[in-house]
């Protein structure tokens, strides 16, 4: 009688050999190559998959293992593939409106990623007579700067930039003359600022919006209760 050969079916190969995937996983991401990262990355998944077999586990345990693995695996190609990463940082009024004369706001934009990020963005601002988050929701504000917002992305010309890795850039936006200047020495003006930042991050379109208020002359910004994302 013959044996069937079961040495060469043995799964014990693979247990090597997805160690060889990570490797080659992990060389692709030092490239900055986040697909090729994610490809090897599965390929090791599905090896250590096939070499769990020698562990003799019931197919309950081992499908449990599987989609453990799989979601590791997922979770650290989000988190650790090469991929712009964009932060609002400061935030300062350099100018503020006047009846006739515009006013500007400054935000630094930082791309803490590993990847140079082209952003596209719009931005738009304004002079409020509510102070409190409240008072801007109840206050019609939103509507008015989601419509301004819209107008902004449909300009021709729309603001791009490219941020090199760890580094920054700024963006300028004008806050409109307005009558409501006259309240600022008062302390009873709000400076709103709202903004739409695109970029691609591994083939996807991400979307960043925020929306921040401040009474001058406090300085501190603090988050609108609406177009935050």
Excluded: H
Excluded at 35 to 60: C, E, H, N, S
Excluded at 79 to 98: E, F, H, M, N, Y
Excluded at 198 to 215: E, P, S
Aim: glycine share 8%; with cysteine.
């Amino acid at each position: 009688m013959r044996w069937p050969n079961t040495e060469a079916r043995s799964p014990r190969w693979a247990l090597p050999a997805s160690g060889v995937a990570l490797a080659a996983a992990l060389a692709g991401r030092a490239q900055g190559w986040p697909w090729l990262f994610g490809a090897f990355l599965l390929i090791a998944w599905a090896l250590l998959t096939y070499g769990l077999g020698v562990l003799g586990l019931a197919r309950m345990p081992r499908l449990i293992l599987t989609a453990s693995l799989l979601a590791l695996a997922v979770t650290v190609w989000i988190d650790t593939a090469p991929q712009p990463r964009i932060q609002l940082g400061l935030v300062r009024v350099q100018k503020l409106p006047s009846t006739i004369s515009p006013g500007v706001v400054e935000l630094v934009i930082r791309n803490s990623g590993t990847l140079p990020a082209n952003v596209v963005g719009s931005a738009v601002a304004q002079l409020a007579l509510f102070r409190t988050a409240a008072g801007l929701a109840a206050g019609g504000v939103e509507a008015e700067l989601s419509k301004r917002l819209e107008q902004a992305d449909q300009l021709p010309a729309v603001g791009t930039m490219v941020i090199p890795p760890d580094r920054t850039d700024r963006i300028a936006i004008d806050v409109p003359p307005s009558q409501r200047s006259w309240y600022v020495a008062r302390g009873e003006a709000t400076v709103v600022v709202t903004a739409r930042l695109r970029y691609r991050d591994r083939g996807f379109l991400r979307t960043k919006v925020f929306c921040l208020f401040t009474n001058p002359p406090s300085g501190q910004w603090l988050s609108c209760p609406f177009l935050n994302e």
